[in-house]
Nanobody
Framework: VQLQASGGGLVQKGDSLKLSCSASGDAFRRYAVGWFRQAPGKEREFVAAIPRNTHSTIYEDSVKGRFTISRDNTENTVSLQMNSLKPEDTAVYYC???????????????????WGLGTLVTVSS
């Protein structure tokens, strides 16, 4: 699976932004898809994930209620709607795909096999 993220940019505190990730290949629906982020000087951290062919979602605590992940298996895309953005959301955001079917395992970056190039989100105060 090849992934390509887009939609990053510079926004102000409280603004919204939608990230998109397009995937190549017919196997997209067989993978869980998700988003991670990495702020300068920090480790990559889990943001959100949606398993294959289900409506379940999981989120990192700091983004719950503000971010929404969704997928379209007909278009091979996964999106991350980000609302009420905060300066601490500033990071490079990566989309990823995983063959894991265990929801809780998706919080761990090592469970993700495929990564796209990141897109930078900068939230100014």
């Amino acid at each position: 699976v090849q992934l390509q993220a887009s939609g990053g940019g510079l926004v102000q505190k409280g603004d919204s932004l939608k990230l998109s990730c397009s995937a190549s290949g017919d196997a997209f629906r067989r993978y869980a898809v998700g988003w991670f982020r990495q702020a300068p000087g920090k480790e990559r951290e889990f943001v959100a994930a949606i398993p294959r062919n289900t409506h379940s979602t999981i989120y990192e605590d700091s983004v719950k209620g503000r971010f929404t992940i969704s997928r379209d298996n007909t278009e091979n895309t996964v999106s991350l709607q980000m609302n009420s953005l905060k300066p601490e959301d500033t990071a490079v955001y990566y989309c990823a795909a995983s063959s894991s079917i265990i929801l809780s395992s998706l919080r761990t970056w090592s469970m993700w096999s495929y990564w796209g190039l990141g897109t930078l989100v900068t939230v100014s105060s």
